[in-house]
């Protein structure tokens, strides 16, 4: 079985917004470089887009896209069969941008979790500039919501379409 979290951009993320968002999300590399997450075997190692090298600190996160705009690129981990489809988050909009990540459901597949946090935390922070959707079950979601707030407190809200959908 298999879900996808899709996201639509609708416009570009202003510099404040962006700033706030890449912040946070630093934060919860951190975090989780020193943490186990709930629900998987190991520590979470992120790597570079193509799965190969672990990204070492926060500012691995952030790449140069193709356009020279900022953008939060990750990966599992290839060596132990752990990548996937790469996670990609551009500031910038053409007007035209769609992404989706897909996953095969396995608990062995950790980085899931840290796309789900990088959606919240654009939900949150870069208000009005991303469409976020998945046929992950809200559960799933909901502790991912529950992390972030044990760990950085807030809210956290969950995007409207994947409150609405049917499990």
């Given amino acids: 079985m298999g879900y996808c979290h899709c996201y639509t951009q609708l416009k570009s993320v202003p510099d404040d917004q962006w700033l706030l968002f890449t912040v946070q999300l ?3 590399f951190l975090i989780i470089q020193n943490r186990h ?3 998987y075997k190991q520590p979470l190692v992120l790597c570079t887009s193509d799965g ?7 500012a691995d996160l952030i790449v140069q896209s193709g356009i020279r705009q900022p953008a939060i690129s990750f990966n599992g981990e290839e060596k132990e069969d752990l990548e996937y489809e790469s996670f990609f988050l551009g500031q910038h909009s053409s007007g035209s941008e769609f992404c989706k990540t897909s996953f095969n459901w396995s608990p062995d597949r950790p980085y899931d979790f840290m796309v789900k946090a990088t959606l919240l935390l654009a ?7 991303y469409d976020i959707s998945s046929d992950g079950t ?3 979601w909901l502790d991912v919501q ?3 707030t044990k760990h950085l407190g807030g809210q956290w809200p969950i995007p409207e379409a994947i409150l609405n959908n049917p499990e």
């Fill in 26 to 28: 630093s934060n919860v």
């Fill in 37 to 39: 997450v709930p629900g």
């Fill in 52 to 58: 190969r090298y672990p990204l070492l600190q926060p």
């Fill in 123 to 129: 939900h949150r922070f870069c208000i009005g500039c």
């Fill in 138 to 140: 809200l559960a799933e």
């Fill in 146 to 148: 529950e992390w972030l």
